[in-house]
């Protein structure tokens, strides 16, 4: 019995540091606006946006596709998030970080 606990605890241990790792990782490799994980914003990341967002077949986005898309920060994605990518491109803004505000406050581009 004090056997499968330790063995028990060895394997709750990794599961919790792969967890970490995993999580991680992910949070270092997500490219805010990055939709298509090119390495680089551009305009091709806004039309990635704009396909899901019309419905496109074949368009909708992954989870992560989803975190990187949701540049105005409020939990879904839609064409504002594809303008703000595209501000972002052209310069407009210089950053695609949170805008600060509360959740759910209106966006200011
Ligand atoms: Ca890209």
Redesign the pocket.
Known sequence: MKKINKISAVVLSLAVIAGVLFTNAFAAGTKM??????????V??ALVVLRAVAGQDGAALTAEQRTAADVTYDGTINSVDALRILLYVSGQISTLDAVGGEEGDDIIL
């Not at 606006?33 to 551009?42: C, E, I, K, P, R």
């Open positions: 606006g990055d939709v298509d994980f090119s390495g680089t914003v551009d091709e990341d």
